[in-house]
């Protein structure tokens, strides 16, 4: 079984992350910590496109996107 895990160690299968981390990007969270629940090691943007398939990285990019506008028209 493939797995994954950031820096702190967490270790979780590959497809779970996946998951995890598309329907955290779907929801609109950008934000995307480690799926132990104590712990608060967020995701880099590198890092989840190494986990996401291509059309949830599209989404991802584009709320960068929106976000990059917005502060700049501020």
Aim: net charge positive; aromatic share 18%.
């Amino acid at each position: 079984m493939k797995t994954y895990s950031l820096a702190c160690g967490h270790r979780y299968c590959f497809d779970c992350y996946q998951h995890y981390v598309s329907s955290k990007i779907t929801d609109y969270d950008i934000k995307i910590q480690c799926m132990h629940t104590q712990c608060k090691l967020r995701f880099d943007d590198a890092q989840v496109k190494k986990i996401i398939k291509e059309g949830v990285a599209e989404k991802f990019d584009f709320f960068f996107f929106l976000l990059f506008l917005k502060l700049i028209l501020k």
